[in-house]
Nanobody, 127 residues
C-alpha cells in the first residue's frame, strides 16, 4: 500500500488549503485513513481520521481542529481529502496521511494504529 500527500503550501492566516492523500495498492474502502501533523520540535499528532467501510466512513477529529477541518473521501478516486479553513500560524507543520487496516467501527487518532505512511506535505501559515 502506498500513500501520497499533496496540496500543501504557504497560506496566510485565515486562509484555506485542501490536502489530498491518494492511495494505491488496494481499495480505500478497506482502510481507515488518518491525517497527522508534526510541527518543528514537536511530536507527531493525529488530527483527523475517516473510518473504512466497516465503520461506514465515520470521522473523528481532535478538539483543536473541530469546525475548521473537514475530512472526506472519494472511493472511486481512492483519495482522502482534508479541507482546512481558518488556518492559524499554529497549524504550520508537515502533514502526513496514514492507513490502518484494522476492522473497527471508528477510526482512531493513535499513531501506533497506522502501518502505512506517506512522505508528508508541508503547510506554512504565515503573513
Amino acid at each position: 500500500l502506498q500513500l501520497v500527500e499533496s496540496g500543501g503550501g504557504l497560506v496566510q492566516p485565515g486562509g484555506s488549503l485542501r490536502l489530498s492523500c491518494t492511495v494505491s495498492g488496494d481499495s480505500l474502502r478497506y482502510w481507515s485513513i488518518g491525517w497527522f501533523r508534526q510541527a518543528q520540535g514537536k511530536e507527531r499528532e493525529g488530527i483527523s481520521c475517516i473510518s473504512s467501510s466497516d465503520g461506514n466512513g465515520r470521522t473523528n477529529y481532535i478538539d483543536s481542529v473541530k469546525g475548521r477541518l473537514t475530512i472526506s473521501r472519494d472511493i472511486a478516486k481512492n483519495t482522502v481529502y482534508l479541507q482546512m479553513n481558518s488556518l492559524k500560524p499554529e497549524d504550520t507543520a508537515v502533514y502526513y496521511c496514514a492507513a490502518d487496516g484494522t476492522v473497527q467501527s471508528m477510526c482512531k487518532l493513535t499513531r501506533r494504529q497506522y502501518d502505512h505512511w506517506g512522505a508528508g506535505t508541508p503547510v506554512t501559515v504565515s503573513s
